[in-house]
């Protein structure tokens, strides 16, 4: 060997130590698939350099030359290689460019530069990567079941270099494979063309009620130049379907508390996945249950549909039941609606609440509440009304009942005379107190006297009674009378009234004690009639003694007084029967 070959040697050599540190003795470069791999030419370039040569080497020892650059000429040639045709781009200073790097790029290359005398040979080693597409769960499973294994799906990384491995996840914790339960098959595909890996990984599960709404993952990891990197799909949620295991019943109402009238439905809930769509219905004291869809309607209840409902599951014995309490609220008065009686009578009066609930019953009169249920052992004029009877059943909404009772007592008229002077002196006021319904229509009549019956005021009718009363100056005696009717009947009362000029003693205006008045009226009526008939006497003396005195011409008159006289009988007659 020559001494300037010798030379070379060593500093070809100091370049192998180069490489070496750069690891496995030779030096590498990584790209990524698809990218420009640059491969500088690890040399000193030498003063005498000829030309510059790239070269592959395979692992079977061939090699094949890609490109040559002269010192003395501006291009560079490329050799006529198929897979590089158009891919390779050589420097001045000999770096070799190859663009859209492939997995078949994974080779040697070898930088040569020729001098006169030797061949320098620096040699560099390329690497591709490629990054799978993102991994994919395919064929999910609608639908999981517990208590057995279920295919879950697979999951799919494509296209990766070198190989990748793919890892399941639940909940973002890793699944290991457990006898029977975790099943996973991992697979890894090499496409010819692309050289890529393509790594599929399936999962079989067997799942519990708790993996509803889990989410499973899976995750690609995978080598890019210096590091490991991973990629995650995205998650797949399985509907996990289980078994009832109880079943509920639950009633569903409107309104919190059931009442007649109203619609129900009882709807049956078994706790598997999918909820049961068949059940078996019993209502109360059926033995047999009717197969349905999970609900059942009642329509319109009555209180006879109280009682327990159950259901179950058609094919299993769970039971569920429950009770169902439909609320009634009835109310009768009797009587009631319009009644007319008369008064003094008696009438008995009854309400009554019957319902699901205690309950008590509210009396009205003419819309101010009674403290007792009225009842009536003799009627009086102001027992006439409204009369509302209520109850309400405050547990549930809405049910309230109403009956009513329009008294109306009827009396026939019944009157009273009394007379005062006024104060004035001048007057006298007679009062009619009139009782009686409906109200009686009151007419004074007045016979002599002279001064007629002019003034008439009436109080306010109230409980079957008012005065008529009339204000008179009668300038001689006058006979008034006071005629009350009503549809039942007639009643008169008649009250001699001395002219103002003779003192008369007033009657007492006493209206309370009745029986009384009573006494004291027929008291008076007795006076009164001996008066009359005395009074009778005298005028048929003196009609007799004129009679014989002035002969003729006085028969008229006679028989006018007679008249009167029997006249005023008939009236007494009359106050009787009215006063009875
Ligand atoms: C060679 O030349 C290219 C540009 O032509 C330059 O980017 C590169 O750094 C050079 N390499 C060396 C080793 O000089
Ligand atoms: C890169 O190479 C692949 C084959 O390896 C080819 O299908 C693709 O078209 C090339 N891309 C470019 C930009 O040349
Ligand atoms: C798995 O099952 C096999 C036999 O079926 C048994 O030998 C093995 O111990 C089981 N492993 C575990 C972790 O249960
Ligand atoms: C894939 O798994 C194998 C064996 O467990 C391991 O040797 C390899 O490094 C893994 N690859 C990646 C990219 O993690
Ligand atoms: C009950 O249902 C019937 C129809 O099935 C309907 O006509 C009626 O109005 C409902 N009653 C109530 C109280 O909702
Ligand atoms: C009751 O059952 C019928 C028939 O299956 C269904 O269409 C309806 O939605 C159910 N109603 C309720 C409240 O679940
Ligand atoms: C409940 O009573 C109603 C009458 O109020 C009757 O039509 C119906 O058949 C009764 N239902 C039951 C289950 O006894
Ligand atoms: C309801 O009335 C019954 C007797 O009629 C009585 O035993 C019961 O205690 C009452 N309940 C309430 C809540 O008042
Ligand atoms: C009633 O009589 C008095 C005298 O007694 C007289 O002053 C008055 O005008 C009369 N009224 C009517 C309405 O006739
Ligand atoms: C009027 O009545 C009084 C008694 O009240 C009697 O004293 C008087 O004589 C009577 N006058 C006439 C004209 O009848
Ligand atoms: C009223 O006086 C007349 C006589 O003027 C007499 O006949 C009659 O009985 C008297 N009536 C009463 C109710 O006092």
Not at 118 to 135: C, D, G, R, Y
Not at 204 to 221: E, G, H, S
Not at 284 to 297: A, H, K, R, V
Request: net charge neutral; with cysteine.
């Amino acid at each position: 060997m020559a001494p300037a070959t010798a030379l070379r040697v060593v500093a070809l050599c100091l370049v192998c130590a180069t490489a070496v540190r750069q690891g496995l003795g030779m030096r590498t470069v990584n790209a990524i698939y698809g990218d420009t791999i640059i491969i500088p030419c690890d040399l000193d370039i030498p003063k005498s350099l000829l030309f510059g040569k790239w070269k592959y080497e395979l692992a079977d020892g061939s090699r094949q030359f890609v490109a040559t650059r002269a010192v003395a000429k501006p291009i560079a040639q490329y050799d006529d290689v198929p897979e590089y045709k158009d891919r390779l781009y050589m420097t001045e200073n000999f770096t070799l460019f190859i663009i859209n790097a492939s997995i078949t790029d994974q080779k040697k290359f070898v930088c040569m530069l020729v001098v006169e005398d030797n061949v320098f040979e620096a040699p560099t080693v390329v690497k591709v990567f490629k990054q799978p597409i993102k991994p994919e769960i395919v064929t999910q499973a609608n639908f999981i079941e517990t208590g057995r294994l279920n295919m879950l799906g697979e999951c799919i990384a494509r296209d990766s270099y070198p190989e990748s491995n793919l890892t399941w996840y639940k909940n973002g914790k890793l699944l290991k494979e457990v006898n029977e339960t975790v099943i996973i098959d991992f697979q890894r595909d090499r496409d010819q063309a692309s050289g890529l890996y393509t790594t599929k990984s399936s999962l079989q599960y067997m799942p519990t009620k708790d993996d509803l709404n889990a989410d499973f993952t899976c995750i690609v990891v995978y080598e890019m130049p210096g590091q490991k990197e991973s990629s995650v799909s995205e998650p797949a949620v399985f509907d996990v379907y289980y078994p009832t295991e109880k079943v509920t019943i639950q009633i569903l109402s409107p309104t919190k508390s059931i009442k007649e009238g109203d619609n129900i439905t009882l709807k049956c809930i078994g706790n598997g996945n999918p909820p049961p769509q068949e059940y078996l219905f019993y209502t109360p004291g059926q033995q047999e249950g009717i197969s349905i869809s999970n609900n059942y309607t009642l329509t319109d209840v009555k209180r006879n549909a109280t009682g327990d409902y159950k259901c179950s599951l058609t094919d299993q014995n769970m039971l569920a039941s429950t009770t169902v309490t439909v609320h009634y609220l009835d109310l009768s008065l009797t009587p009631s609606g319009e009644v007319t009686k008369q008064i003094g009578e008696i009438l008995p009066v009854s309400c009554t609440a019957s319902s699901s609930r205690n309950v008590s019953v509210v009396w009205t009169k003419d819309k101010n509440k009674l403290r007792f249920s009225p009842s009536f052992t003799s009627l009086r004029y102001q027992d006439a009304g409204n009369y509302v009877c209520e109850t309400v059943l405050t547990e549930v909404e809405g049910l309230k009942k109403r009956k009513t009772l329009t008294l109306i007592v009827e009396g026939k008229p019944q009157l009273k005379m009394t007379k005062k002077s006024n104060s004035d002196g001048k007057s006298k006021t007679v009062t009619c107190s009139v009782e009686g319904y409906p109200m009686p229509v009151v007419q004074w009549t007045s016979m002599g006297g002279g001064g007629i019956a002019n003034k008439t005021e009436e109080s306010s009718y109230i409980n079957g009674k008012f005065e008529s009363k009339i204000i008179i100056a009668p300038e001689d005696n006058v006979t008034l009378t006071c005629i009350a009717e009503n549809k039942l009947d007639r009643s008169i009362a008649s009250m001699n009234v001395s002219a103002i000029s003779i003192p008369e003693q007033d009657e007492p205006e006493d209206k309370s004690d009745e029986n009384k008045e009573k006494v004291n009226d027929q008291a008076k009526l007795i006076v009164g009639i001996v008066v009359g008939l005395l009074l009778a006497a005298l005028v048929a003396g003196i009609a007799y003694w004129l009679y014989m005195k002035k002969s003729k011409s006085a028969s008229k008159h006679v028989g006018k007084e007679l008249g009167n006289t029997e006249e005023n009988k008939k009236l007494e007659e009359n106050n009787h029967k009215s006063e009875a």
